[in-house]
């Protein structure tokens, strides 16, 4: 569960993933422990050779939130379609969820675009 994006146009590589997961408080620190960059890094070596040779410039952290199997929530109320991205898609995904929901409303079908996003076998 993770991913990397390249270092294009003077920008350097980006990477991240959910790899510590646990419940917290909403207001709980989420500061980035020393190491913590360096460790997630290393995560993706391999498949990715000589990773270690890029340096950690910066660590962010961030909350979110999961349904029970992990897939994405989408429900109409009224007039209203609520999503939710759980589990961290949200961020990969959030460019082509959006483009699912403006299609489902020209459309008029959201029932469709509902059961795209929450991908249920």
Known sequence: DGYVLPPVAGTGLKFGAGTHRYKA????????????????RDYFS??????????????VTCA???TSDEHFFARTEGKATIVSACSGHGYKFGAVVGQ???EGVVT??????????????
């Open 46 to 59: 391999p498949p990715f050779g000589r990773i270690e040779e890029y340096r950690v410039d910066d660590v």
């Open 25 to 40: 408080a909403p207001n709980q620190d989420r500061a980035a422990k020393p190491g913590e960059g360096e460790q997630l």
């Open 64 to 66: 979110y939130t999961f």
């Open 108 to 121: 008029g079908d959201l029932e469709n675009t509902r059961v795209w996003l929450e991908a249920r076998d």
């Open 100 to 102: 699912k929901l403006a």
